[in-house]
T-cell receptor
Framework: ETGVTQTPRHLVMGMTNKKSLKCEQH?????MYWYKQSAKKPLELMFV???????ENNSVPSRFSPECPNSSHLFLHLHTLQPEDSALYLC?????????????FGQGTRLTVV | AQTVTQSQPEMSVQEAETVTLSCTYD???????LFWYKQPPSRQMILVIR??????QNATENRFSVNFQKAAKSFSLKISDSQLGDAAMYFC????????????FGKGTKLSVIP
């Protein structure tokens, strides 16, 4: 247990559905991240939040919409996804966005789009 | 842009033996941080070891050590006295001190430990 909890662990959704992924950290960190992990590919950073403000958005399609209501919670709202969006979505947090700080990861949500 | 390359998609090691996982990276920065993360079947990424580029001394954490060659942009991970619990995906990651906030990951190396 690293203090970063993601729910749900597994999610199957149709292309017309709307769903949300939730991430919660109990570590008092100020930065939170969403990563996408696909088979045979490196982890791809999607969004970075620092002190509840989005500081990085890596050209992610608008069908993915992040929300950070406070420094402990991060959501990823999903709508009209495509089958190629099926992947493991990892949330992480760190004390801040500085280089040396370690990122702590959740166990991920395995998303399948049908 | 920074890139991280792990040239070994899969490796195996006999229990109690030593194995080295390779990682190279490309960057124009002089100061940065390098990490090795482990992802077991439970999927939770766990930090194994961290190296600061301005430190010449190689980082060590118990059975895990790195061989950091800054000029060659190489950052290999050595696991000594391998244990069954070491079986996992291992990811090398880079993080700069300016510009982007992201960790840039390699594609990973799947390590199997043979009893």
């Amino acid at each position: 247990e690293t203090g970063v909890t993601q729910t749900p662990r597994h999610l199957v959704m149709g292309m017309t559905n709307k769903k949300s992924l939730k991430c919660e950290q109990h570590l008092g960190h100020n930065a939170m991240y969403w990563y996408k992990q696909s088979a045979k590919k490196p982890l791809e950073l999607m969004f970075v939040y620092s002190l509840e403000e989005r500081v990085e958005n890596n050209s992610v399609p608008s069908r993915f919409s992040p929300e950070c209501p406070n420094s402990s919670h991060l959501f990823l709202h999903l709508h009209t996804l495509q089958p190629e969006d099926s992947a493991l979505y990892l949330c992480a947090s760190s004390q801040d966005v500085q280089g040396r700080t370690e990122a702590f990861f959740g166990q991920g949500t395995r998303l399948t789009v049908v | 842009a920074q890139t991280v390359t792990q040239s070994q998609p899969e490796m195996s090691v006999q229990e109690a033996e030593t194995v080295t996982l390779s990682c190279t990276y490309d960057t124009s920065e002089s100061d940065y941080y390098l990490f090795w993360y482990k992802q077991p079947p439970s999927r939770q990424m766990i930090l194994v070891i961290r190296q600061e580029a301005y430190k010449q001394q190689n980082a060590t954490e118990n059975r895990f050590s790195v061989n950091f060659q800054k000029a060659a942009k190489s950052f290999s991970l050595k696991i000594s006295d391998s244990q069954l619990g070491d079986a996992a995906m291992y990811f090398c990651a880079y993080r700069g001190v300016t510009g982007s906030y992201q960790l840039t990951f390699g594609k990973g190396t799947k390590l199997s430990v043979i009893p």
